[in-house]
């Protein structure tokens, strides 16, 4: 188990770019693989990238490759996503999720989460 937090939400214009922070305490952050999953309002909660614990390997749904990267830095205990070109259909709340197996994909492979922070893209 590994306590997160995101930050880094807000209100931009289609096409605007945003960052995501998670920051990560009470475990080894480096033993963990980490995603980032959103759920839009009548939606259900849907991955949108993972990372695996040393960086090395990424995945991404397919609606966000190129716009989006995830990204982390282990000695600061803190994971990131990058979000530019965004679109409408990208506004959601947006959660940092870990697990300490690999691989990771779906919501169900996660055991911790954060409290969650909203992206709202405005056209």
């Known amino acids: 188990q590994v306590q997160l937090v995101e930050s880094g939400g807000g209100l931009v214009q289609a096409g605007g770019s945003l960052t995501l922070a998670c920051a990560a305490s009470?475990?080894?952050?480096?033993?963990?693989?980490m995603g980032w999953f959103r759920q839009a309002p009548g939606k259900e909660r849907e991955h949108v990238a993972v990372i695996s614990a040393t960086g090395g390997v990424t995945f991404y749904k397919d609606s966000v490759k190129g716009r989006f990267t995830i990204s982390r830095d282990n000695a600061a205990n803190t994971g990131y996503l990058r979000m530019t070109s965004l679109k409408p259909e990208d506004t959601a709340v947006y959660y940092c999720?870990?697990?300490?197996?690999?691989?990771?994909?779906?919501?169900?492979?996660?055991?911790?989460w954060g409290q969650g922070t909203q992206v709202t893209v405005s056209s």
């Open positions: 999720a870990a697990t300490r197996r690999w691989p990771a994909i779906r919501r169900d492979h996660f055991d911790s």
């Open positions: 009470g475990h080894t952050f480096s033993d963990y693989t």
